[in-house]
C-alpha cells in the first residue's frame, strides 16, 4: 500500500509593513533556487495600489531555518511582492498614472512625496506570512514549483529549483563568460540556466540529441546524476574548456537566442571528435559563418529566419539534418586547424556524414545508432561492421522522455 506524507504543518503570521522593515533580516531571505526579482513596474504599481486601497494580498510562505535557531525565515513564494514593496519605499519607483479611468490614489507620487496619510496605510498593511514546518530542501523545492500563485514559472525556473548534480554544475557554469558575452538575450527568468544545461545534456548522451524543455528538465532533475559520481570536478572542466573554445571560434557573434548555444557547443563537439584544434584557430574564426547561415536578403527576415533555425535546434532531426549539410561547410574553412593527420579529419567528417544521411543508422548492419556509437560501425568502403541483427528498440538518442512532474497553479 502506498504511504502518503503528512500533511505540512503551518503557522500563520500576520505582520505589519512596518514590522518587517525593522526586522528585515529576518523576513527578506531567498533560497538560492528561487527566481531573481522579475516583475515589471506596472505590476509593481498595481500592488501599491492594492494596498492603498486596503486590498487583499496572497500570503508570503516562508520555511524556517532551524540550523540558525529559528530565527530566520526563508520565502518560498512572495519574493516578488516583497522587494515591490521595499523598493516602493526606497523611492525606486513612483505610483504612475492612472490608466483607462481606473480609481487611483496618489498618482505620481514617490513614497517621499506621499501624504502622510498615505505613508501610514502602507506601514500599517499586514501581510499574511505561512510559515512552513519543513526542511527537507527536495520537498521545499516542490512547494516552491506548487505555490506559485501569481504568475507561471517559466521552464527553466522549473528546471533550476531542481535538486540534483547536473543542476548544481549548471549553476556554475551560467557564469561562465560565454554566457556573458555572446547571449545579449533575456536573463531575468533563467534563461542562462536552461542554455547551460545544453552542454550538459550533449556530454552524458554522447552528441546530437533531443534537447527540449522535457529532456532538460528530466535531467535538471537528476535522471542521468548516476553518471557524473565521482566525475563532476573532471565533467564540469571538460565543458568550461569546450565553452571556452566556443567563445574563442565564435568572437564577435552576440546572439539573443537561447538554442544558438546548442549549434555553438555542438560545433566544438564535433570539431574536436573530427580531430580539429579550434585554440589553433584566429578567435572569431566561425563568426561570419554563423552570422550568414542561409539569410533572406532584408535584415529584419535574416534576424527572423536565424531565430527559426535556432529555435529547432532542440529537435534531433533538425541537428541532424543541418549538420548533413553544414559540417563539410565549417571544416572546409579557411584557417582550421587539424590536431594531427588532416587526412583522418577529413575521413571522420565523411564517417560523421554518411551516418547523419542514413538517419542515424549503419548503412550495412541496419541498426539505429547513437552518435557515441560511431566507431564500432562501418560508413566507409572496406570496413566491416560485427554487430547483430538491428534491434527493436530505438537508439537512445531518438527517445524522448516525459519531464518531472510539476505542478504548477497559475
Request: aromatic share 12%; glycine share 6%; with cysteine.
Amino acid at each position: 500500500m502506498t504511504q502518503f506524507p503528512p500533511q505540512v504543518s503551518t503557522q500563520m503570521l500576520q505582520v505589519p509593513i512596518s514590522a518587517l522593515l525593522v526586522t528585515r533580516e529576518v523576513y527578506f531571505n531567498f533560497p538560492r533556487w528561487q527566481r531573481k526579482s522579475v516583475w515589471k513596474t506596472v505590476k509593481k504599481r498595481r500592488l501599491i495600489q492594492t494596498i492603498l486601497h486596503g486590498g487583499f494580498i496572497h500570503s508570503i510562505v516562508c520555511f524556517r531555518d532551524k540550523t540558525l535557531g529559528n530565527r530566520k525565515l526563508w520565502v518560498i513564494d512572495g519574493r516578488q511582492r516583497l522587494t515591490s514593496i521595499f523598493a516602493f519605499i526606497n523611492n525606486e519607483f513612483s505610483t504612475g498614472a492612472p490608466k483607462n479611468g481606473e480609481e487611483y490614489l496618489e498618482p505620481n507620487r514617490f513614497y517621499k512625496d506621499m501624504s502622510a496619510a498615505a505613508q501610514a496605510q502602507i506601514m500599517a498593511f499586514a501581510l499574511g506570512i505561512s510559515v512552513l514546518d519543513e526542511t527537507n530542501e527536495m520537498q521545499l523545492r516542490r512547494y516552491y514549483r506548487d505555490v506559485q500563485n501569481l504568475t507561471q514559472l517559466t521552464s527553466s525556473e522549473i528546471a533550476f529549483s531542481y535538486v540534483s548534480m547536473a543542476a548544481d554544475l549548471a549553476q556554475v557554469l551560467m557564469e561562465h563568460s560565454f554566457f556573458g558575452t555572446i547571449y545579449t538575450g533575456l536573463t531575468e527568468h533563467l534563461e542562462t540556466f536552461t542554455m547551460a544545461m545544453y552542454p550538459i545534456i550533449i556530454e552524458l548522451y554522447g552528441g546530437l540529441t533531443h534537447l527540449d524543455t522535457a529532456r532538460v528538465q528530466k535531467v535538471a532533475g537528476g535522471f542521468r546524476d548516476g553518471e557524473l559520481v565521482g566525475k563532476e570536478a573532471a565533467f564540469l572542466s571538460n565543458i568550461e574548456e569546450r565553452l571556452a573554445m566556443a567563445e574563442h571560434l565564435f568572437t564577435g557573434v552576440q546572439t539573443d537566442t537561447m538554442a544558438s548555444a546548442i549549434l555553438m557547443y555542438e560545433t566544438v563537439y564535433l570539431l574536436l571528435d573530427c580531430g580539429y584544434d579550434p585554440f589553433a584557430c584566429e578567435a572569431g574564426l566561425l563568426a561570419e559563418w554563423f552570422t550568414h547561415l542561409d539569410v533572406p536578403i532584408s535584415f529584419s527576415q535574416a534576424k527572423a529566419y536565424r531565430a527559426s533555425i535556432f529555435g529547432q535546434f532542440v529537435k534531433l532531426s533538425f541537428q541532424r539534418d543541418f549538420w548533413q549539410t553544414q559540417l563539410r561547410v565549417v571544416t572546409t574553412i579557411p584557417g582550421l586547424q587539424a590536431r594531427i593527420d588532416p587526412a583522418r579529419s577529413a575521413a571522420q567528417v565523411e564517417r560523421i556524414t554518411s551516418w547523419l544521411y542514413h538517419n542515424h543508422h549503419c548503412p550495412l548492419c541496419h541498426h539505429s545508432i547513437s552518435y557515441a556509437e560511431l566507431s564500432m560501425h562501418a560508413f566507409r568502403l572496406g570496413e566491416s561492421c560485427g554487430a547483430g541483427a538491428p534491434p527493436d528498440e530505438p537508439a537512445q538518442d531518438e527517445a524522448v522522455e516525459e519531464a518531472p512532474e510539476a505542478v504548477i497553479i497559475a
